[in-house]
């Protein structure tokens, strides 16, 4: 069946912004396992559905991803701000993971252990610890050993301080600032290891997003997150993720409790070549957080399957230019439009292309015009970005003008209409 794919305008803009009706796509998209999809011409904004009625899940917040494409495969309350707990040591971690990336920190670098951090994460504490011993010097390389491994909160603070001088520093500079780097607008930090503060706060969602750019960007420290044990100052821990030992294809992530969120877990399995990411967060009972994201993992693995709905650099249609020499610019996505379906077929799929526009001229061949967005239900399935397949150049002072004019028009027109 081949169904059009229909450019839609973006619900969201500002006062001054020049954004209209949106161009019909010129796109056929080719669904070949009897799925349908529809053209989106409605408004499905505030759409909001909590749970999928192939899964019936106890977890008070959680969500359900395939890493390759980030499609959701289920969601609940997955926008809900919680404590996070230990699970927040994932923003610390990347955080390190991205300056040694960039020449910053090396793993041979070594961090004194303060009293702070030996003290308020150590021994001393009654927390998870790694027991590194007050003023030793750990490197990097055995630091993150011990933060992930171990949940070591002392590892987490001398990362903090090594790297910012103080935690307050490194929650508010470094862990919030590169959330937002990578899109996660809810997140706030208010220590490095999650433990119990009102100004630590994540959604699902993000800790989702966060585990699936772990896992892609960084391979290399991803295996940490899978190794069962780690011995520092001879003491022997386990890795505190059940899944590792209960279920085929484990390798990571993170679990965490606080009295304030309750117990959760990051977790990410492969099966037959296919990754999936799972987070639940809130639940009353240490058995139950296994037991949830097992059976999480498990339906996904069972009932879904990945289809292609765009190739890779096909053309998935136009977008408005306003003032150019032409009147619009086609758009490519440079990764293929992935989607996971049931396996069963007959899944309802919405797609769109949501752009601010029109496009001002002049316009450049790989510039980010939008996103396609896919929804299964009321929910997001997954979300790739849209690109200018051209080069448009500015158009006449007549098309200027014209264009402006057709504009003021419009936005006339809209306000008028919003007035109502």
């Known amino acids: 069946m081949a169904f059009g794919l229909i450019l839609l305008r973006h619900p969201r803009f500002t006062a001054g912004a020049l954004v209209r009706g949106l161009v019909a796509a010129a796109l056929a998209v080719s669904l070949g396992w009897g799925g349908v999809l529809y053209a989106a011409n409605q408004s499905v904004q505030g759409a909001k559905k909590t749970e999928d009625a192939g899964f019936d899940g106890d977890a008070p917040t959680a969500i359900l991803i395939e890493a390759s494409s980030g499609s959701v495969l289920f969601e609940k309350n997955a926008d809900e701000l919680r404590a996070p707990s230990s699970m927040m040591k994932l923003m610390t971690a990347e955080v390190v993971f991205n300056a040694i990336k960039k020449g910053d920190v ?3 670098d070594e961090y004194r252990i303060s009293e702070n951090a030996w003290r308020k994460g150590g021994a ?13 010097k750990v490197s990097v390389d055995d630091l993150l050993h011990g933060a992930i491994i171990q949940s070591g909160n002392d590892a987490c603070i001398a990362l903090a301080e090594g790297i910012a001088g103080n935690e307050k520093i490194f929650a508010s500079d470094f862990m919030t600032k590169r959330a937002r780097e990578l899109g996660m607008t809810k997140s706030t930090f208010a220590n490095s290891n999650g433990l119990p503060d009102p100004g630590n706060k994540m959604t699902v969602r993000e800790l989702g997003m966060l585990a699936r750019h772990i896992i892609l960007d960084f391979p290399e420290f991803y295996k940490l997150f899978g190794e069962k044990e780690f011995t520092w100052n001879k003491i022997r821990q386990p890795n505190r993720n059940p899944l590792l030992n209960s279920m085929e294809g484990a390798d990571g992530l993170k679990t965490g409790y606080t009295k304030e969120g309750g117990y959760g877990m990051v977790g990410s399995a492969v099966q037959n070549g296919t990754r999936l990411i799972v987070v639940v967060n809130g639940l009353e009972d240490v058995e139950d957080r296994a037991t949830e994201a097992k059976k999480m993992l498990e339906w996904g693995f069972r009932n879904f399957e990945t289809r292609t709905l765009i190739a890779a650099n096909q053309p998935v249609g136009y977008a408005k230019v306003f003032g150019g020499d032409s009147r619009s610019v086609k758009l490519v996505g440079k990764e293929p439009v992935k989607v996971m379906v049931h396996k069963s077929g007959g899944d309802k799929l919405i797609a769109r292309i949501v752009y601010s526009g029109p496009v001002r001229a002049p316009v450049q061949e790989g510039q980010q015009v939008g996103v396609v967005k896919v929804w299964r239900g009321g929910n997001i399935a997954v979300e790739t970005p849209v690109y ?5 150049g500015t158009g006449s002072t007549m ?3 014209i264009d402006g004019a057709s504009e003021l028009v419009i936005g006339m027109f809209r306000a008028g209409a919003e007035k109502l």
């Open 399 to 401: 098309r200027r003008a």
């Open 106 to 108: 090396k793993l041979t």
């Open 388 to 392: 200018a397949a051209e080069s448009i």
């Open 124 to 136: 001393p504490s009654g927390t998870s610890t790694m027991f590194a011993a007050i003023n030793s």
